[in-house]
Structure formats: structure tokens, C-alpha cells
């Protein structure tokens, strides 16, 4: 059992930037895989990121890649998202999720936190 909880997020401008970070609970910590979504008023859930149990492969949306980058400490249990040149499509609620599936799909994350609300202003 994994409880995950997010903090981090904010209002920020267009081209700013903000660090997301997801607390999880449990002694297995290092066995999940780690990802962070978002969802949009009005819009469906996607993938933003996803890092593996031991950090060695990382997977990002298109619409992120070369601005934000994931990563975890598996010392203190958290995964971290630093979110760079933030544009305001990039608003949304963020969560974390984990799994202990390899190369999960979005269905296989079994373990959600409750959000954090980015708003990124023009």
C-alpha cells in the first residue's frame, strides 16, 4: 500500500517555473513505477511523465519534453517534477500515481494522490 501526497503547485506566469514533488508513504517505495498526469477543465487525464523504479528510464508527453524533467529520491521517497518554460496550456490539476508494473498503462496505476492545482498565467 503506497499513500502519495503532492505539493508544489501555484499560480505562475507564462515562462516561469515550479517543482512539483509527491511524498509516498511505504518501505517498497523503490519498487514502483512513478508517473505524474494532469487534467484539464474540460479535457481527458494524460501522461505528462513516468520514471521507473530505478530511475534509469524516464518517459515524457511531447508537449513536455525539453521543459520539464522527472526524477525521484528513492532515499526519501519522493518523485519530484521541475517544470520549466511554463506556458499556460500547461494549466491543469497534477497528480502523482504509482505502480509496481513495468511500462504500466494509465489503467495499471493503482495508487493516486489527491492533486495540485498549476495555474500558469499569460
Known amino acids: 500500500q503506497v499513500r502519495l501526497v503532492e505539493s508544489g503547485g501555484g499560480l505562475v506566469q507564462a515562462g516561469g517555473s515550479l517543482r512539483l514533488s509527491c511524498a509516498a508513504s511505504g518501505r517498497t517505495f523503490n519498487k514502483y513505477t512513478m508517473a505524474w498526469f494532469r487534467q484539464a477543465p474540460g479535457k481527458e487525464r494524460e501522461t505528462v511523465a513516468a520514471?521507473?523504479?530505478?530511475?534509469?528510464?524516464?518517459y515524457y508527453a511531447d508537449s513536455v519534453k525539453g521543459r520539464f524533467a522527472i526524477s525521484r529520491g528513492n532515499a526519501d521517497n519522493t518523485v519530484y517534477l521541475q517544470m520549466n518554460t511554463l506556458k499556460p496550456e500547461d494549466t491543469a490539476v497534477y497528480y502523482c500515481?504509482?505502480?509496481?508494473?513495468?511500462?504500466?498503462?494509465?489503467?495499471?496505476?493503482?495508487?493516486w494522490g489527491q492533486g495540485t492545482q498549476v495555474t500558469v498565467s499569460s
Open positions: 500515481a504509482a505502480t509496481t508494473r513495468a511500462n504500466p498503462r494509465t489503467s495499471e496505476y493503482g495508487f
Open positions: 520514471i521507473s523504479w530505478s530511475g534509469d528510464n524516464t
